[in-house]
């Protein structure tokens, strides 16, 4: 089933990290098997900020050897990142086997993506100036509390709640997904793509990458993919309605801006709330309710709908 | 005795209505209409309670409305419903129901005889199986409103999402403004009043009841064709929205009128394929 949520503050910055918790708080019953957050931080010039792994949550309980395999990992992360010229600013641990690095950088991107993510067990979680990815298995709060997302000061974020159907209960498979290697394009996504794999196929012969089976982490390289060929976030989203086949509705943000995408057979729930200085959506209105807790006036986005907003 | 005469010339009874109260409240001989005689609660209509359900968990809430009626409110007020999701369930009673604020997914599901007013908005599958009474939502609808209702009247002024009166059995639903792809899919008995536009594939498969359209139509379903307006149907649209504050852009008489075209499924002894080629 999966819940969606997305939020953009159209003025000053706010607590987005308290913000999308709660919405993903209410959204928990569409989806316990894990959370993932896509928050859009204040950036800082010229420095880049980076969320990686290099384990699974689960390899802690059945990994042979793997809290020392994990510290040996992270330490060839940071060799690699010497040896590409990366200038790594600070380092922190969000857990274990997560981590969250800010540097500045002036040389291939794409390339030292590549190289980090050839190491055995390291993914990068998102990569960009303003977007960073969070996503664990657990409820909101577990996610939430386990990141230290509760002070998040940001402009814009989505938000995932999963009900896992057609992949496995891991972090891999959790939303929202980075559009891999495109700084700061990330996707949430409810519903099912009936043409996965001629795309898939598509995309890979186009030199993309995919880290997972999910078909939600496609409409991320999809739209990415049109982006980097010129096309407007719009543009690509509406080419997506007649393009990828399937039930769903997916929300994509960006450096600046937050979209929604709705198929043809308005089959997976959208709630909308739009104000002045902010824009709220979500699968279902108790999220919206959950962060306004006075009258709003709320609709449904009709089928085949895009909309983007600005932040 | 012409009254009724007029309500069979107008189709109205032509339905088999199921629901508990139906034939009781919709009579055209009047006597009974306002008399729930099956097991209901006995509840007094100028007797008002009224609870903030902010705080409350949904059954919590369901059994709070039970527990008034029970002390014989008939009228009850709910402030606060937050958007939760399936409140007032399964309510088959007499009762005025005010609900200041919004509902969730699955509100208001299998009433029989309830007269309801939302202030706010209301979710997917709201009132599904309704079989009597009135509701009328304020502001905007989800998906599925109406889905499958055998009677009463559920109207909603602002617009409403897709599939609207999906496999509706009975009774009128009325869209103020506009409803979305597949609405009145499966259509079985009834009526629908949409006041605005219709999106694509209105009327699909529809085996019988009448939709009437005040503004665009997208694209009518497989099955679903123009019918023609009678004086007397747009003169029961005309009074039916009057009883909600509703009047058609211009005028009912000029609504466009939706109805089965019967080729599709049952009506003949085409073999399906047969039937595709044919239509």
């Known amino acids: 089933m999966c819940g969606i949520a997305g939020i953009i503050r159209r003025g000053d910055p706010g607590n987005i990290g308290s913000e999308m918790t709660s919405m993903l708080r209410s959204l928990k019953h569409r989806g316990p098997d894990s959370t993932g957050f896509a928050m859009y931080g204040v950036p800082e010039k010229n420095h880049y900020v980076m969320r990686f792994k290099v384990a699974e949550q689960e390899d802690l309980s059945k990994g042979f050897d793997i809290h020392q395999q994990i510290k040996d990992r992270r330490a060839l992360v940071n060799s690699r990142l010497d040896e590409m010229g990366v200038e790594v600013k600070n380092e922190a641990e969000a857990t274990e086997y997560a981590f969250r690095y800010t540097f500045r950088f002036d040389g291939d991107m794409r390339r030292t993506a590549d190289y980090l993510e050839d190491i055995e067990g390291v993914e990068i979680m998102s990569l960009g100036k303003g977007l960073e990815l969070i996503k664990d298995l657990g409820d909101a709060d577990v996610v939430s509390d386990q990141y230290r997302l509760g002070n998040f000061s940001g402009s814009h974020a989505i938000g995932h709640t999963r009900m896992a159907t057609e992949s496995d209960v891991d972090i891999r498979s959790a939303h929202p997904y980075w559009a891999y290697p495109f700084n700061d394009v990330a ?87 739009e104000s002045e200085d902010f824009v709220a959506l979500a699968s279902e209105e108790v999220a919206i309710r959950s962060i306004f807790p006075h009258e709003i006036d709320t609709f449904d986005p009709y089928e085949g709908e895009v909309r983007v907003w600005q932040s | ?11 109205l009874h032509t339905e088999q209505l199921s629901g508990r109260t139906q034939q009781i409240f919709f009579s055209p001989e009047e006597g009974e209409n306002y008399f729930y005689p099956y097991n209901g609660y006995e509840v007094d209509l100028n007797k008002k309670a009224e609870f903030d359900a902010k705080d409350m968990e949904i059954q919590e809430i369901n059994l709070k409305i039970r527990d008034l009626m029970k002390e014989g409110h008939g009228h009850i007020v709910m402030q606060n419903p937050m958007a939760k999701h399936s409140l007032v369930v399964g309510i088959l009673n007499r009762l005025r129901l005010d609900i200041e604020g919004s509902l969730g997914y699955f509100g208001c599901g299998l009433i029989d005889g309830p007269n309801i007013r939302i202030s706010g908005r209301v979710g997917w599958s709201f009132a599904e199986n309704m079989m009597a009474g009135t509701i009328v939502v304020e502001k905007n ?25 999906i496999d509706m059995k009975g009774g009128t639903i009325i869209v103020g403004g506009r409803t979305g792809t597949l609405s009145g899919f499966m259509m079985q008995r009834g009526r629908m009043i949409v006041l605005g536009d219709a999106g694509p594939n209105l009327g699909d498969s529809m085996y019988d009841g009448t939709i009437y359209v005040g503004g665009k139509i997208n694209t009518l379903g497989v099955d679903a064709v123009p019918g023609e307006m009678t004086d007397l149907e747009a003169a029961w649209i005309e009074s039916k929205l009057g009883l909600y504050g509703l009047k058609a852009p211009n005028g009912a008489k000029n609504l466009q009128k939706i109805v089965a075209g019967k080729q599709l499924w049952n009506y003949d002894n085409l073999e399906p394929t047969e039937k595709k080629i044919v239509l």
């Not at chain 1, 198929?263 to 709630?271: E, I, L, N, Q, T």
Request: proline share 1%.
């Open chain 2, 141 to 165: 609808a989800g998906s599925t409103f109406g889905a499958a209702i055998r009677g009463g009247d559920l109207v909603c002024k602002g617009d409403v999402g897709s599939r609207t009166g």
């Open chain 1, 187 to 273: 996707v949430v996504h409810n519903g099912q793509l009936t043409n996965y794999w001629n795309w898939r196929r598509t995309l890979v012969h186009r030199g993309h990458r995919f880290m997972s089976n999910c078909d939600s982490e496609l409409i991320a390289v999809y739209l990415a993919d049109k982006m980097d060929r010129g096309y407007e976030l719009e543009d690509a989203m509406h080419d997506s309605l007649e393009e990828l086949d399937g039930v769903f509705t997916y929300v994509v943000a960006t450096s600046d801006r937050l979209g929604m995408a709705k198929d043809y057979m308005a089959a997976k729930p959208m709630v909308l709330y």
């Open chain 2, 1 to 11: 005795m012409a009254k009724l005469e007029k309500s069979f010339e107008s189709g």
